[in-house]
């Protein structure tokens, strides 16, 4: 034993009295021989009591305590046998360094209870030395050694391992793992420091996340590399419990000063491709780890699961629903015949259920939303093998049987339904094993299924069935857009019947008897399966099936016994989706259903009672009229003509009610519009649509409405709608226009006052159609980017009013489209049909030229415009939509010559012609543009200076009267002349009062009677008091005195 360890570090001199202090026990173990079960080098006595020696360098002032070998020059031992007394003794620099040099062993085995309750020596340094150790060939050799240091190691890092040492524990950890089948003695000091996995990577401050990064991030992928490594199951538990810790607990439990959680994942994203690929390769006691691995992974970050997915996570999970595996399954195994036999043999993911299904479901998810943001990434992504997808079928079969009512079933086919969505027609194999189940389940309770394993199945009528039954009518749309070629399963499974059966009231107790609220939740869901399914089957069903006269007896018996509006929204848009067929045949027999059925008559119905339900109606009852208005109107084209009338409602008869309806509808919208009720465009669209084709195409229904002042109604609607309801109501003014008729209703239209109060108003109160017409296309411009300046004035020649979609969509055609044989999409025509700029010139262009007498005649009938002054800045926006059409033909040359890149010379020239003459043409409408500027200015200009002319004319008149008094004045300045006149005027002024006294003698007649402070006679008699000055008298005096000389 070393004896300047038991030396105090401080230079103090030593006391004799120190060691009396300390009691004679304290000296006799001092004194004596080391014995044979001696103390390790830690107990060894700090008694002074010995000679003590001291030192002082030369090229130092400190006096430093030396050893008495040191003090004689006898060099340290570095024999095994001056250590036999304490392994843990601690050499010097120098003796450590020859010790080293010479490799001198301490070979002696000794208890290890003899140090067992030292303090671990060298701290944090024991990690690399143990690393330095494990290294070197010779660390077998030095077993012992070895042992204590890992036994130091352990204690040390009890409360976790630092951050810095990570490299060397994974060093020696590995060194361990590799060597304990070798070497079994190392199996406790593995075990110690796998222990101490569990606890919180400590860090030297906040600053080591960034810095020690890598080396968490390694860590964290070695202990994953240890799963797959460890064989022993009691050393993979260690690991797998030390992970999962590292991966799942809060900070709270961490502590300060420790590695936190969100920075362990971050670190961990490195374990993703090993927890994929180990799910599919594990043995069923690994298994669950992997999957908790993998949840705790995809539930952290997206990038996490993308990159599973990337693995084919999904794949692997489904091949563990395999009961046989690793060996396949045989083809003939559809599903055991007792799913409650004890023996029933399950894959790894049916045992492990629960953690499977919320994997799955996390992976579904996150996959799905991210998809429908990056639609191209699904490409990236591998779909599941068809041998994977039969090992699901199989665990799906055994889940629906087996569990029951519980929840594994439903979510099951949910995570069925989400991966359909992401993977589309690639996963071919559920559309062969999973799609008869599916439809077959989704119609059980009404139709006796046909196979042998789904007559085992459980179903009531409670609130999980419900669920389930709802998610399986779901899936099964999902599956027929995605798999349309199994749309004869719609037949041959009996969908269709299984809905007739659950729809139609008739057929009631040939189904199960489910609650009112529960039956409520399926029969909605069943109306929105059919309206998504009805296209992908044969057009023949619907005739087939009744379809329409099951639909309309509820639509009937809404008017009866109001229910949900949800419902009913959800029933006519059936009854849409079963009469509107693309082709043309099928299309009339389907409205010849709807007559023959009362249909139009129970749809008018239906719209004059949700009218007098609430005015204005709810958004949703809004949305079923725009229903009715469409269904209406697709009946107006083939059978307007035909009379229909019903005995039920005698008061609705076809196509008397139509102008009824329409004009009720418009009523209600304007009266809506004026309080600011929430109106929806998609109804008011479809009236629009409604009144178009019902009537205004009809000239009988159109003098009607024209005579029920429905064109104010519709101009009344543009002034206060927005532009998709401008565009349609401009539409039908042009046509009424172009049959010549409401031209006086057009040219004597006013905006009111709700048009000023709009949310967004475009005209002012009084404004006329000029107006209008200039005010919705300057807005049209502004919404479609033209460039025009503040008064209206064309700002950009080349192509001026083109929108900023077509340029780009004419600038991204590129040459391959344009050399080829395609029609070509002209975008100029296609953007017009759309554009209310179009319809604004229709109706300038009709009323300034087409029916230009007509409206000159009224104007000078009524004096229209005679004291109305349009704006200069509509002016010059109506010159610019005049030349509207112009300007779309210039457009549409040069898309043309974007187009056609490959002309010949001639054409060309003439082509290049045309674009220049259409630059002519651009900058002559904007020098007429800006005339009408400049003479509106030149005549305000010109009405200033007459004006300021006029006041000058006037300050020299007033100046020349002036100097005509001063003149009459001077001439008359004698005294005399000056004294006759102011005679003359006294007299004159007298007579004149005494003539209005006379006048005045007569009795007044009171006509007015003041109100009470008025008539109160008490309250006039103020009396007011005023400080007297001492120069100056009484008022009262003063009018004393002055009343009495003028009465002498």
């Not at 799609?435 to 006796?448: G, H, K, R, S, Y």
């Not at 009824?660 to 009266?671: E, F, H, N, P």
């Not at 009171?1006 to 008025?1014: A, G, L």
């Amino acid at each position: 034993m070393d004896k300047d360890s038991s030396y105090p570090t401080t230079p103090t001199v030593a006391s004799t009295e120190d060691s009396k202090k300390k009691g004679s026990k304290e000296e006799s173990v001092k004194t004596e021989e080391p014995k044979k079960k001696a103390r390790g080098h830690c107990s060894t006595s700090v008694s002074s009591s010995h000679t003590q020696y001291f030192r002082k360098d030369r090229h130092e002032d400190v006096i430093r305590r030396i050893t008495e070998n040191q003090y004689l020059n006898i060099s340290e031992s570095i024999s095994t046998t001056a250590t036999f007394g304490c392994v843990g003794k601690q050499y010097t620099k120098e003796g450590l360094l020859k010790r080293n040099f010479l490799k001198k062993l301490d070979p002696i085995p000794l208890d290890r209870k003899w140090n067992d309750e030292c303090a671990p020596s060298y701290d944090w340094e024991m990690a690399k030395k143990l690393e330095f150790l494990v290294q070197d060939e010779t660390a077998p050799k030095q077993l012992d050694r070895l042992q204590a240091h890992l036994r130091d190691l352990a204690r040390t890092s009890s409360y976790g391992y630092r951050v810095d040492v990570l490299p060397s524990i994974t060093i020696i950890v590995d060194y361990l793992v590799e060597t304990v089948h070798k070497l079994p003695v190392l199996k406790e000091g593995l075990e110690l420091l796998l222990r101490n996995l569990m606890k919180p990577i400590l860090l030297n401050a906040n600053s080591d996340v960034i810095t020690y990064f890598e080396n968490i991030s390694d860590f964290i992928g070695f202990m994953g590399y240890l799963l797959m490594r460890v064989e022993e199951d009691h050393l993979f538990d260690l690991v797998s419990m030390a992970l999962t810790w590292h991966l799942s607990a809060p900070d709270k439990a961490r502590g300060k000063g420790a590695l936190q959680l969100r920075h362990t994942l971050s670190a961990a994203s490195i374990l993703t491709q090993v927890v994929s690929r180990m799910i599919a390769i594990a043995s069923p006691y690994k298994f669950p780890t992997f999957m908790n691995l993998a949840l705790l992974l995809a539930c952290d970050t997206v990038d996490n699961c993308l990159e599973m997915m990337k693995e084919n996570i999904i794949e692997n999970i489904f091949y563990r629903f395999n009961p046989d595996f690793p060996e396949d399954l045989p083809v003939y195994s559809l599903n055991p015949a007792d799913c409650q036999d004890l023996n029933v043999k399950l894959g790894a993911s049916s045992v492990h259920i629960s953690t499977t299904l919320s994997l799955l479901l996390v992976l579904a998810k996150t996959t799905k939303e991210y998809l429908e943001k990056n639609p191209k990434y699904a490409l990236l992504l591998p779909c599941p093998d068809f041998e994977s997808l039969r090992y699901f079928v199989w665990g799906y079969r055994y889940e629906v049987r087996a569990k029951e009512h519980r929840h594994q079933r439903c979510t099951l086919t949910v995570i069925a339904a989400t991966l359909i969505k992401c993977f589309g027609n690639r996963l071919t194999g559920m559309s062969s094993m999973l799609m008869p189940d599916i439809i077959a389940l989704a119609v059980f309770t009404e139709v006796p299924p046909n196979y042998k394993w789904l007559r085992t199945v459980e179903f009531n009528t409670m609130q999980q069935d419900v669920l389930y039954k709802k998610v399986l009518i779901c899936f099964v749309v999902d599956l027929l857009k995605v798999f349309p070629y199994n749309k004869y399963m719609v037949i041959s499974e009996h969908w269709l019947l299984g809905l007739m059966y659950l729809l139609d009231p008739g057929l009631c107790h040939l189904r199960a008897r489910w609650s009112p609220p529960h039956f409520a939740e399926i029969r909605k869901v069943a109306l929105q399966a059919l309206v998504c399914t009805l296209h992908h089957s044969d057009p023949s069903v619907v005739r087939e099936y009744a379809l329409v006269r099951r639909i309309l007896w509820y639509i009937e018996w809404y008017s009866e016994s109001p229910y949900e509006i949800s419902t009913l929204y959800w029933c006519v848009r059936l009854l849409q989706a079963a009469v509107y067929q693309r082709k043309s045949v099928v299309r009339e027999t389907s409205i010849q259903d709807l007559f023959d059925t009362h249909g139009i008559i129970i749809l008018l119905h239906l719209c004059f009672t949700l009218l007098n339900q609430k005015v204005p109606p709810v958004e949703k009852c809004q949305a079923v009229m725009s229903l009715c208005l469409r269904l209406l109107t697709s009946s107006s084209h083939t059978q307007i003509d035909r009379r229909l009338s019903c005995c039920v409602y005698p008061n609705i008869k076809w196509p008397k009610s139509v102008n009824t309806i329409a004009r009720k509808m418009l009523d209600v919208v304007l009266y809506s519009l004026e309080k600011h009720y929430i109106v929806s465009d998609r109804w008011m669209i479809s009236l629009l649509n409604f009144i178009w084709e019902a009537v205004i195409w009809r000239q009988q229904n159109r003098e009607q409405f024209i005579a029920n002042n429905g064109i104010y109604k519709l101009l009344d609607i543009i002034a206060m709608t927005r532009s998709p309801v401008q565009c349609i109501a401009l539409a039908i003014l042009c046509d009424v226009a172009r049959a010549g008729d409401a031209v006086g209703q057009l040219t004597t239209w006013r905006a009111n006052f709700g048009a000023a109060n709009a949310n967004s108003p475009i005209v002012k109160r009084g404004a006329t159609i000029a107006s209008l017409l200039a005010a919705i296309f300057r807005d049209g411009c502004i919404k479609a980017g033209v460039k025009l300046s503040h008064d209206g004035v064309l700002q950009d020649l080349l192509c001026p009013i083109r929108t900023t979609i077509a340029k780009e969509t004419v600038g991204s055609q590129d040459i391959e489209y344009s050399m080829s044989h395609r029609t070509r999409v002209c975008v100029t025509a296609g953007e017009m049909a759309g554009s209310r700029m179009s319809k604004t010139f229709s109706l300038l262009h009709l009323l300034s030229e087409d029916l230009e007498n007509k409206v000159a005649l009224a104007d000078e009938a009524y004096n229209l415009y005679k004291n109305i002054k349009l704006d200069v800045k509509d002016e010059a926006v109506l010159v610019l939509c005049s030349h509207y059409l112009t300007l779309k033909l210039n457009e549409a040359w040069t898309e043309t010559h974007t187009q056609s890149p490959g002309l010949v010379h001639q054409d060309s020239v003439i082509l290049d012609e045309f674009l220049n003459i259409g630059m002519g043409w651009a900058k002559e409408i904007q020098r007429q543009q800006e005339d009408v500027i400049e003479r509106e200015r030149k005549k305000d200009t010109d009405e200033e200076n007459s004006l300021y002319a006029f006041l000058g004319r006037i300050r020299l008149n007033i100046a020349l009267d002036a100097l005509k008094t001063v003149r009459c004045v001077a001439r008359s300045a004698d005294r005399h002349r000056f004294t006759h006149a102011l005679l003359h005027d006294a007299v004159y002024a007298h007579h004149r009062r005494s003539v209005f006294t006379k006048r005045h003698e007569a009795q007044v007649l009171r006509t007015f009677k003041p109100p009470f402070d008025d008539a109160n006679i008490t309250g006039q008699n103020v009396k007011v008091y005023s400080i007297q000055s001492k120069n100056q008298p009484y008022l009262a005096d003063v009018s004393t005195t002055s009343e009495h000389q003028s009465s002498e």
